[in-house]
């Protein structure tokens, strides 16, 4: 039968693989089983026989597709330009639609609807806060109760959506902050420092009420019209701001490919759009945002996998981080995924929880108990790994720390 979505992978996306295998030494899936049909080119392959009619959307294929962990490190070094994660998606998008088996169909609801639906996300919030504080993990499915360890403290903090915040020096624009389906109440102190670092810098910073998720999860499970339906709706909500900010890696670099998901507005939107580490990073180079002189010692650096292979961005937070007083250490070099993955950890906990063991003895053998990730999943795997006497935070939430207590010394500087 072939492929019979619009989003399938493309002969012209497909033909830019020249079979090289430059990609397989940086392919955790390969590195892992040694696998021709679990690299990049073998799957690659497997798309195109697809494509060729030499194959169908069966079993196999399924399992080739759906091992990968949609990580974009093999894209980030492919001299043909192969643009993996894109037709990786319109694999997945076939997948969905010909392979409709129910843990698919409660994926479509839970990625592309249940997600962009705040009433839901709030009423499993405060159900897994009642989890959390009574200690009754014993009540989740197995497969997302490692996951679940690794949350923050759901604290009931207040919400950033809907608000807004006026800058604290020239003026600089207007930034939009998406608030994220997650991130939001989950995460809140990050939004609290992005949105006190961009105002310190001189921005007035709105958070749309209008928005809604950003749609990675549901594209990267190929669950194409609801990420369709999601992207267009926050095109229509951040129309007009000079500056559209991400504080998760996942969604900023999902943002940043509006242009596939909503056309020509969502293209010009992606051009507005940048991670949170890469404005905080320019703004300390400009002298809009100070550096703390005080020294605060080591922090490992993790790199997640949307922010460094997927936007190509490595030095920013690096350079947050020094901003803050810290030493950057570096834990792996060759940058392979923690194994978070989105919904890879619960989908596939055995292999998720292999990588992930790999990522925390790295950062073990740095010698830091303070780690900087600026992806919740990623935060997520590594705190329910390293356990509480490490602590796992977004760099813009040091560098938020460290704004702070210099402006406690001069405080007319910072309205928190
Ligand atoms: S995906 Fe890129 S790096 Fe990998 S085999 Fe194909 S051309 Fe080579
Ligand atoms: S996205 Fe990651 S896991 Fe998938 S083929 Fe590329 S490098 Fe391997």
């Keep these: 039968m072939g492929y019979v979505t619009a989003e399938a992978p493309t002969r012209v996306e497909l033909a830019t693989c020249v079979q090289c295998g430059l990609c397989l030494p940086h392919c955790p899936t390969f590195r892992l089983t040694g696998l021709e049909t679990a690299s990049p080119r073998g799957r690659l392959m497997a798309m195109s026989a697809v494509l060729e009619g030499f194959a169908e959307v069966d079993d196999v294929f399924v399992e080739i597709i759906d091992f990968c962990l949609g990580c974009r490190a093999c894209e980030a070094v492919c001299p043909g330009l192969t643009p993996y994660g894109r037709v990786l998606e319109g694999a997945r998008a076939e997948i969905a639609t010909q392979h409709p088996t129910p843990s698919r169909r409660l994926r479509r609801w839970v990625l592309g609807r249940a997600l962009a639906t705040r009433g839901f996300v709030s009423a499993a919030t405060a159900v897994a806060a009642v989890v ?6 014993w009540i989740l499915p197995a497969a997302v109760r490692r996951s679940f360890t690794g949350l923050r403290p759901l604290a009931g903090r207040e919400r950033w959506i809907g608000r807004s915040a006026e800058p604290v020096a020239d003026p600089l624009g207007t930034a939009a902050l998406l608030a994220g389906c997650v991130m939001d109440p989950w995460f809140s102190s990050v939004h609290e420092a992005t949105v006190g670092l961009l105002r310190r810098a001189g921005y007035r910073v709105v958070v749309p009420e209008a928005q809604t998720c950003c749609g990675a999860l549901a594209a990267h499970d190929g669950h194409a019209s609801e990420a369709r339906r999601m992207a267009r709706r926050n095109v229509a909500a951040f129309a007009g701001f000079d500056l559209i900010v991400a504080d998760a890696a996942g969604c900023s670099a999902h943002l940043k490919e509006y242009g ?4 020509d507005v969502g293209g010009a939107m992606a051009e507005r759009v940048r991670d949170v580490t890469e404005v905080v990073a320019e703004l300390i180079a400009d002298g809009r945002l100070p550096r703390s002189e005080l020294p605060r010692g080591p922090v490992a650096v993790q790199d997640p996998c949307h922010l460094r292979h ?3 961005v490595v030095e920013a937070p690096r350079t947050i981080l020094r901003a803050a007083g810290y030493e950057p250490v ?4 060759d940058a ?7 919904t890879y950890a619960i989908l596939r906990p055995d292999t998720s929880l292999e990588l992930g063991r790999r990522k925390a003895d790295q950062v073990r053998a740095a010698g830091s108990t303070v780690v900087a990730s600026a992806n919740p999943g990623c935060e997520m795997q590594l705190r329910s790994l390293l356990g509480p006497a490490y602590r796992v935070a977004h760099p813009v939430e040091l560098y938020w720390e460290a704004v702070v207590e210099m402006a406690g010394r001069v405080p007319a500087e910072v309205d928190r």
């Design 132 to 137: 959390q504080r009574l200690g009754a993990t």
């Design 260 to 263: 596939h998901w909503a056309g």
């Design 310 to 312: 997927a936007q190509r």
């Design 330 to 333: 570096e834990i792996d070099q």
């Design 336 to 342: 392979m995924c923690c194994g978070a993955a989105g």
